[in-house]
């Protein structure tokens, strides 16, 4: 450990004697320095007998000296270094218990809080550098050193809602992170959290001993103190450390975090295993980031993790052992749930995988008309969230990394899913490795300065669309404007990189998922209009899923697209994204239209369209049709071709080959 000396205090003499000086003058700064020193061994022996003796604070030192100057230093800076004190057991300390700083700007001049660590899967008879010929068992986490008395906060993933004499400090720094910080620094780093695997993984926890290890990739800016550390604890006390080859630590330019520096440093050096700490001087984002942590790395894989996440017992071995069988995978942990306000453990869906929006975005989707009998089984995914993934570390190279024209974040997660399947790989997320990870209340710092946070993505989202999705970006575009006027910059070589890995077709890609969004028999794609100028319009917002179950409006016709593209299809359903134009059953008469998740079979979807009398015709309420009611209802009316208000045409937009 880097060891913080005692400074040398500095003199200084002067050139030369003023003149006609008595000889005898001399005697009386000699007489002030010998006083000084007296005053100085008098507090050192007080220093020494009260602090020498305390049990929140001991001096290793052997001599009466050494002891002095260490109890000297607590006197007047509160400061014994590494080298000098025994440090108490992070186990052993309630968070509560430490000096904190007020600001998150401040810097601490107490000693670095040391937990005794523990490799809890070596037993003792594995070398770490040679290897191990006996095969890794998940530990039960009652196993683990150091268990916290349960009545602490946080323990086993339980919430802490911030009391009384908090609150004042809660709401003040909430906005340094957009989660609540101040109940963060209760909860202790090492605390105990539960072991939510189901009974399949449990019974599947036995591991090839030979593995491969990982170089674990965490980038952060601004990151809150107490989150990050208790990242790093999480992963050294729930990971084998031979499979740990390093941890990379990247700050991208953090502003006003003085913990995020020397502190930091001093902390890292206490943990058992190998661990890096870069600096960008100036901001990269996200993906450029984590490029350039990648390009150091020498594990044989990548483990990329939020900085703000706690692993949970035996996350790694599922995710490396289907690398193992696959190099080509890309496989994802359940991200549990981390509460922004109370840090409390929420258990993730096992039964999901992720989509992807005509917005462009990520979304999770339920895994429907299966029963999944193995539920320890990975579970084939089209995209990816992209926070938490392990990837063999060549394969990374071979993909091209990420496209480093995505700046700062998003998109690069679908970059990254159409690429792994398009190009031969596969993407999993495994049902049997939990990470759980705060979610913030909103992003608390700005992207670039020259942009808006929208223009940024939507550029990315260009890029995205240019190179992968081919004649399916004119979709995109259309629901997307914004996303169609904007520059997304030279992607001449990510589109080399695609031909050079002989990538397949975006239609195969969708061919091999049929997502609900993406159907196949569709016949227009465009804005369906009355004959008054009132378009159909879902009024949803950029989350999709948001408008399930809300009303259809009718709007004046813009021609800008948006939420007045719809999808029409050869089955007579009528698409906006996944959802579906159907009657709201629960009123009898001149029933609302609204939008529903869209099922292949299901009849209460069906719209006939009478080409002679340009009404959309319902197939399950006969003689009902779809009308416009007042200025902007849509309703489902007696059919009557002498309303215009029923009679509807399609305004084609997208010209997509079936």
């Given amino acids: 450990m880097r060891r913080r000396g005692v400074g040398t205090p500095q003199t200084s003499t002067r050139d030369t004697m003023a003149p006609n000086r008595n000889e005898s003058n001399s005697f009386h700064p000699v007489l002030i320095t010998s006083l000084i020193w007296a005053v100085i061994l008098i507090l050192s022996v007080f220093a020494t007998s009260r602090y ?34 025994n440090g108490e057991d992070m186990g052993d300390i309630h968070q509560s218990k430490i000096q904190r ?70 709401k003040a720094r909430f906005a340094e ?26 019974a599947h926890s036995e591991f090839n001993h030979d593995l491969p290890n990982t170089s674990i990739i965490i980038v952060f800016h601004n990151e809150g103190n107490s989150t990050l550390l208790r990242t790093l604890v999480s992963i050294v006390n729930r990971t084998p450390w031979r499979l740990i080859h390093e941890i990379i630590l990247l700050d991208d330019a953090s502003v006003d975090r003085e913990y995020l520096h020397e502190p930091l440093q001093r902390f890292i050096e206490t943990l058992p295993v190998r661990t890096i700490l870069l600096r960008n001087d100036k901001r990269l984002g996200l993906i450029s980031s984590r490029v350039k942590a990648a390009k150091i790395a020498t594990g044989e894989t990548l483990m990329f993790l939020d900085s703000h996440v706690e692993v949970l017992n035996g996350w790694l071995f599922y995710l490396l052992e289907e690398i193992q069988k696959d190099r080509k995978s890309i496989v994802c942990p359940i991200i549990d749930v981390l509460t922004w306000d109370a840090f409390q453990l929420l258990h993730g869906a096992t039964d999901i995988f992720g989509t992807f929006s005509w917005k462009m975005i990520f979304r999770w989707s339920k895994i429907e008309g299966t029963t999944i009998i193995d539920q320890s089984a990975p579970i084939r995914t089209p995209t990816m969230a992209g926070g ?8 990374f190279e071979e993909l091209g990394m990420y496209d480093e024209g995505i700046k700062i974040w998003g998109g690069e997660n679908l970059e990254m899913s159409f690429k792994c399947w398009m190009c031969g790989g596969r993407i999993l997320i495994h049902p049997c490795s939990h990470v759980a ?22 550029k990315n989202y260009k890029r995205v669309a240019l190179v992968w999705l081919d004649e399916y ?58 004959n008054g100028r009132r378009c159909l319009d879902s009024m949803t917002g950029p989350d999709i899923s948001k408008g399930l179950n ?26 906006f994204d996944e959802l579906c134009l159907e009657p709201n059953s629960d009123k009898t008469s001149n029933q609302d239209i609204i939008l529903a998740m869209c099922v292949e079979d299901r009849i209460e979807q069906k719209w006939e369209y009478d080409q002679q009398t340009s009404q959309l015709k319902h197939q399950s309420y006969k003689g009902q049709c779809l009308q ?8 489902l009316a007696q059919c009557d071709i002498n309303i215009p208000s029923q009679k509807w045409s399609f305004n084609k937009e997208v010209q997509l080959h079936n």
């Fill in 550 to 575: 809300t009303k259809v409006s009718a709007q004046a016709c813009h021609t800008e697209g948006g939420n007045q593209i719809f999808l029409y299809t050869k089955s007579n359903r009528i698409h």
């Fill in 101 to 170: 700083t007020k600001s998150a700007k401040k810097i601490s001049t107490k000693p670095v809080t040391k937990i005794q660590f523990k490799d809890i899967y070596d037993d003792g008879v594995c070398d770490r550098d040679q290897g191990c010929e006996d095969n890794y068992v998940i530990s039960d986490e009652s196993l683990m050193m150091n268990q916290n008395p349960s009545d602490w906060p946080g323990e086993m993933g339980s919430a802490y809602l911030p009391p009384e004499d908090l609150l004042e400090e809660s």
């Fill in 628 to 635: 416009v009611s007042g200025s902007s209802d849509v309703v």
């Fill in 388 to 395: 938490l993934y392990a990837i063999d570390r060549l394969y």
């Fill in 473 to 530: 970006k004119e979709l995109i575009y259309a629901v997307n404007p914004d996303i169609k006027r904007l520059d997304g910059g030279d992607v001449s070589s990510r589109l080399e990189l695609r031909a050079k890995l002989n990538c397949s077709s975006f239609r195969t890609y969708l061919d091999m998922f049929k997502l609900k969004n993406f159907p196949f028999d569709h016949r227009f794609i465009g804005s369906i209009s009355t």
């Fill in 437 to 458: 990870h705060v979610f913030r209340k909103e992003t608390p710092y700005k992207f670039l300065e020259h942009e808006s946070i929208f223009v940024t993505i939507f």
């Fill in 177 to 202: 992170n957009m989660f609540d910080i101040a109940v963060s620094d209760r909860i202790a780093l090492n605390r105990a959290m539960p072991d939510i695997r189901n009974q399949n993984c449990k």
């Fill in 52 to 85: 020498s003796s305390s049990s929140s604070t001991k001096c290793s030192q052997t001599g009466l000296v050494q002891k002095a100057f260490c109890g000297i230093g607590h006197v007047f800076i509160g400061f014994c270094s590494d080298s000098d004190q």
